[in-house]
Every structure is written in C-alpha cells, then in structure tokens.
C-alpha cells in the first residue's frame, strides 16, 4: 500500500467548468476525509464518509460542491461552475474508525481557476 | 467550536538552533492531538501524534508535549537543519481534525 493517493496532482480550468478529483485512501482505512487549504491557512474540513456513507459536511461545502464515494473506496470530489474563489489545495486524508491512529493525508491536488 | 491558534506564525533561525512552536486550542476535550509538516505546495506529513492520555511523544530530534487541561501543545526541534524549513500545523481531533494556520519556519545555514 503506497498511502493516499490523490489525482489530479495540478488542475488549472476556466471560470464556470466543472471539475472532478480523485482520491484513493489506505486500502484497510474505512474513514475518509475532504479538506479545503487556501494560501497561509491550515486545512479546513469540507466532508467525510465512513465506508460509503456521507455522514458529516461542512457549510463551506456549497451546492456546487458533491462527493461520492462509492463502494466505500475511492472518493470523487466535484465542483460545478467553478468560481476563482474556488481556487486552493484539496486534500484527501483517510483513518481507520479508531481515531487514536490518526490521519493519513495525500498530497492534495492544486485547483487554479482562470 | 474548537478552534486551534498556533504561535508564532513564522520564524526564521539560523541552523543549529533548538526551537519551541506552540499550539493552543479552545476545548480540552480532544481525543488526539497530531503533528504535521508541510512542504511549499505539497501535502502534510505526520510527524507524531498524542493520545489524550499521554504527555509527550518523541521522534528523532522532535518532541511534542501536551497538557490537555491548560488547551496547549508545544513541538521542540532540537539542532535545527535547513531541511527544517517548512510549515508546521497542529491538529487536535474531536469527531474530526480541527486545524491551526500553521508556523512557518526558515532555518538558514
């Protein structure tokens, strides 16, 4: 297992294109996490699921904003009309449901909207 | 709501010194407390991580304190090296990682 793996690393798109990431989490990690990191900030949580459930997400999480998680595996983050203030690092972290092993976090992909 | 302030918010030393980054949050009921380091546009790598029920952990030349009932936190760095530099983030779990905005450190030869 290479840890969390997160795709696109870099995506630059136009104002109003959606766009979807990617994450793989640990595979025996049933928790998975959605973060939200703009320049000089710490991380801020957006969402997270245990198996494939959604069970937490954050009012930063706008109606534009949808994940899944299918399966309890991967995880899709997707936004819809993207907006400049869209623009920021994405980062995916998994866990077992045992918080006392802590996160494991990828290294997020770079969202530049034009 | 919790929430995590970290002090200072950079810092800039010449290599070989031994350093004290600070962390404080608002709800002393936490579960864990982690440690992580990030590079200029990469991800965060976990550096330890404190059960609520312990003291300090240590790594290598790091070592992370916590006393959960005054809210605070402290990562010591002993002998600095320039591949120090980086942001360094604390985050204290509750149902989930709450996040402080990080020290910025710069260790110059």
């Known amino acids: 297992d290479t840890g969390v793996s997160q795709n696109p690393r870099h995506k630059i798109t136009k104002r109003g294109q959606n766009v979807t990431f990617r994450c793989d989490p640990i595979s025996e990690h049933n928790r998975l996490y959605w973060y939200r990191q703009t320049l000089g900030q710490g991380p801020e949580f957006l969402t997270y699921f245990q198996n494939e459930a959604q069970l937490e997400k954050s009012r930063l999480l706008s109606d534009r904003f949808s994940a899944e998680r299918p399966k309890g595996s991967f995880s899709t983050l997707e936004i819809q009309r993207t907006e400049q203030g869209d623009s920021a690092m994405y980062l995916c972290?998994?866990?077992?449901?045992?918080?006392?092993?802590?996160?494991?976090f990828g290294s997020g992909t770079r969202l530049t909207v034009v | 709501k919790q929430e995590v302030t970290q002090i200072p918010a950079a810092l800039s030393v010449p290599e070989g010194e031994n350093l004290v980054l600070n962390c404080s949050f608002t709800?002393?009921?936490?579960?864990?407390l982690q440690w992580f380091r990030q590079d200029p546009g990469k991800g965060l790598t976990s550096l330890l991580l404190i059960q609520s029920s312990q003291r300090e952990q240590t790594s290598g030349r790091l070592n992370a304190s916590l006393d959960k009932s005054s809210g605070r936190s402290t990562l010591y760095i002993a002998a600095s090296q320039p591949g120090d530099s980086a942001t360094y983030l604390c985050?204290?779990?509750?149902?989930?990682?709450?996040f402080g905005t990080g020290t910025r450190l710069q260790v110059f030869p």
């Open positions: 709800d002393s009921a936490i579960y864990n």
């Open positions: 985050a204290v779990y509750t149902d989930k990682l709450i």
């Open positions: 972290a998994s866990s077992l449901e045992d918080s006392s092993y802590g996160y494991t």
